[in-house]
């Protein structure tokens, strides 16, 4: 037992933290003055997640032996992310259709915003006009672009035996060492930040929006202990499972409390290199992940429009589904990093199903994504470490972790 609290004794501290917030946040209407803890740990994270992703993905792929070995790597984390993500829409699509989420009528005012383009999408989604713009949370995905640039750049001017390989993977390093100091914060950071979310939140937790809520939650939670478990059982084969429960509920937890998938990329690497995954795996699957995989903003995403549609007496059918899944996944792509950063999202799905209704749907969205944000975040996340799992397999072997099991027993392989 004393082991046991040893090893998890950051998972046990950080689930305090966030349920002390929420009973303060439930008894005290005046627990929004503590959001400015949760946001200093935040910041402090960003500061430092938002360089680590650039020279992370930058060095994995310089010092790797090869680039074909980092462009195989880099298509099987894309269609990974792709499969699972559509999975997980299809899981929440069927279930509410037999589970209508829309109860009340709820009637908002906004002022209409104007839909992006098909090219501006594509534009902002990939690129930056100026490189100063580039080193923001608000441009993750661009920076994972540069970095893989970058990363390749060093591999045609000889890779791993270049000063600058060795330069990008001690860099890596450090800031590795420093976000593991900021850590340390992190459960009065969960503290913080979700007293002021219930304290702000609590009633439309209770009424409006309810049963959309309590769905969604639910749905999250049984997403990640019966469908992760398939994925790592696939990636990792026997004895796969357990390994993953026992190294889930880390990163799952700093998803939970931050609501930003770039936020627990230091808690995945460490798990992930606990669980033996190879280093040069999870600097590419991890940083891509924390904008790409989207099985939890998919499973919000057609939760948000079956609601919508459920009010306006519209008759959410599949090709509508599919139209949503499609939109949902690419437009929050950029946006998924950021805490609450669902808008870009939101906007665009409200201005393609709702256009002459937009002042109403679009704060509705709004509202349901910042209510789901935490376990929405949770299943991001959680599901990049899961995702290492299969990746691992099709590019490290089907026994890549059966191997680490036995050399961890001292069982040589032949």
């Not at 059982?233 to 700093?254: D, N």
């Not at 899961?386 to 961890?408: C, E, M, P, Y």
Request: proline share 4%.
């Amino acid at each position: 037992m004393a082991k046991f609290l040893k090893n998890n004794w950051f998972f046990f501290t950080m689930i305090i933290g966030i349920v002390a917030g929420c009973l303060v946040g439930r008894f005290w209407e005046g627990a929004a003055v503590l959001e400015p803890l949760g946001t200093l740990f935040i910041n402090m994270m960003f500061c430092v997640v938002v360089p680590m992703v650039f020279f992370s993905i930058s060095s994995a792929i310089a010092n790797m032996k090869s680039a074909k070995r980092a462009g195989k790597l880099m298509g099987t984390t894309v269609v990974t992310f792709m499969c699972t993500t559509i999975i997980a829409s299809v899981i929440m699509y069927v279930i509410v259709r037999f589970v209508p989420v829309y109860i009340g009528d709820p009637v908002f005012t906004a002022e209409e915003k104007e839909a992006m383009s098909a090219g501006e999408m594509i534009v902002g989604f990939f690129t930056k006009s100026d490189f100063p713009e580039l080193w923001s949370r608000r441009s993750i995905l661009q920076l994972i672009i540069a970095g893989i640039f970058f990363g390749f750049g060093v591999q045609m001017c000889g890779g791993k035996e270049t000063k600058v390989a060795q330069l990008l993977e001690e860099i890596t390093n450090v800031l590795m060492k420093v976000i593991k100091i900021i850590s340390y914060y992190a459960p009065i950071g969960f503290f913080g930040f979700f007293a002021a979310l219930v304290a702000q939140h609590g009633t439309d937790l209770m009424t409006n929006y309810a049963k959309a809520i309590i769905l969604y939650y639910i749905v999250s939670f049984a997403y990640m202990f019966l469908i992760f478990p398939l994925y790592a059982r696939f990636g990792g084969g026997k004895g796969a499972v357990k390994v993953m429960f026992q190294h889930l509920f880390r990163p799952a937890a700093v998803a939970f409390g931050t609501c930003s998938s770039v936020a627990t990329i230091p808690t995945n690497m460490e798990v992930s290199e606990d669980t033996g995954i190879s280093k040069d795996v999870t600097d590419i699957v991890l940083p891509m992940g924390a904008t790409m995989n989207m099985d939890g903003s998919g499973m919000s995403a057609i939760i948000k429009v079956a609601f919508l549609f459920g009010m306006f007496g519209m008759n959410f059918n599949s090709a509508d589904a599919i139209l949503a899944i499609i939109v949902a996944t690419v437009s929050s792509v950029a946006m998924s990093g950021i805490p609450g950063g669902g808008g870009t999202g939101e906007l665009v799905l409200c201005s393609l199903f709702f256009p002459q209704a937009l002042p109403i749907a679009f704060p509705i969205a709004q509202a349901i994504g910042d209510l789901v944000d935490p376990p929405a975040t949770m299943v991001n996340a959680a599901g990049d470490y899961v995702a290492s799992f299969i990746v691992s397999r099709f590019n490290d072997g089907k026994d890549w972790l059966q191997k680490k099991l036995r050399r961890d027993q001292g069982v040589d392989d032949l």
